[in-house]
């Protein structure tokens, strides 16, 4: 009996041991200035629409409000995390510190599915999965199907919000979505009477 209960107060020792090791490591995580800022943009296609020196440029309101030296913590941090998701090629973004005190941003990018086509081409945006708009990249130019009316009307970036273009959208989607009709698909029209119709890549008419 009196071993089981030594052996008892010595594992609780080691628990509170620990436990205070932790809320140690902890506080001083909490308390360490930032020493380095550490981006990591997630990609399976090396396709970057957003660069490393954008997401810190966002973290750091273009340099107005230093990170590196600072503590931030709490509300500061929803407060980044919010900033990097207004960017519109940030799908999601988490927003944290590790025990050295880094700063760590993690973002999945928005990638356009079709690129919505104008007679002046600077007029021109890409279109997402869920319908909404997207700016042109000064990083990378996506190799997606161009739509637009027949006959060279362009549609307006609010077009596959409305409920009766959602068709156009999944059609867009499931082009994206595989390779082979990826690889066919050069140009999407919106015929007069709502038809789509679409001519090949040059690499399908050759094959």
Same mark, same amino acid.
């Given at each position: 009996?009196? =071993?089981? @209960?030594?052996?008892?107060?010595?594992?609780?020792?080691?628990?509170?041991?620990?436990?205070?090791?932790?809320?140690?490591?902890?506080?001083?995580? +909490?308390?360490?200035? @930032?020493? $380095?800022?550490?981006?990591?943009?997630?990609?399976? +296609?090396?396709?970057?629409?957003?660069?490393?020196?954008?997401?810190?440029?966002?973290?750091?309101?273009?340099? =107005? $409000?230093? @990170?590196?030296?600072?503590?931030?913590? %709490?509300?500061?941090?929803?407060?980044?995390? /919010?900033?990097?998701? +207004?960017?519109?090629?940030?799908?999601?973004?988490?927003?944290?510190?590790?025990?050295?005190?880094?700063?760590?941003?993690?973002?999945?990018?928005?990638?356009?599915?079709?690129?919505?086509?104008?007679?002046? *081409?600077?007029?021109?945006?890409?279109? *997402?999965?869920?319908?909404?708009?997207?700016?042109?990249?000064?990083?990378?130019?996506?190799?997606? +199907?161009?739509?637009?009316?027949?006959? %060279?009307?362009?549609?307006?970036?609010?077009?596959?919000?409305?409920? /009766?273009?959602?068709?156009?959208?999944?059609?867009?989607?499931?082009?994206?979505?595989?390779?082979?009709?990826?690889?066919?698909?050069? $140009? #999407?029209? #919106?015929?007069?009477? %709502? =038809?789509?119709?679409?001519?090949?890549?040059?690499?399908?008419?050759?094959?």
């Amino acid at each position: 009996m009196e =071993k089981s @209960v030594r052996n008892l107060v010595v594992a609780l020792a080691c628990l509170l041991g620990l436990l205070g090791i932790g809320a140690f490591a902890a506080f001083r995580q +909490a308390h360490r200035p @930032v020493a $380095e800022i550490v981006v990591n943009v997630a990609n399976d +296609a090396d396709n970057y629409f957003i660069s490393e020196r954008g997401v810190t440029a966002l973290l750091t309101d273009g340099g =107005k $409000e230093p @990170v590196i030296g600072t503590v931030p913590e %709490g509300n500061r941090l929803r407060v980044l995390e /919010t900033r990097l998701k +207004a960017h519109p090629f940030v799908r999601s973004a988490q927003v944290y510190r590790d025990l050295a005190g880094n700063l760590h941003a993690d973002i999945h990018q928005n990638h356009p599915i079709a690129r919505l086509v104008h007679a002046d *081409d600077r007029l021109d945006s890409y279109v *997402d999965a869920e319908g909404k708009r997207l700016p042109l990249s000064p990083l990378y130019t996506a190799r997606v +199907a161009t739509v637009s009316r027949a006959g %060279g009307g362009a549609l307006s970036a609010a077009f596959f919000q409305d409920s /009766t273009a959602r068709g156009y959208l999944d059609f867009l989607r499931y082009v994206d979505e595989h390779p082979f009709w990826r690889a066919q698909v050069a $140009e #999407v029209f #919106v015929e007069p009477g %709502g =038809k789509l119709s679409f001519t090949p890549s040059r690499s399908a008419t050759n094959e």
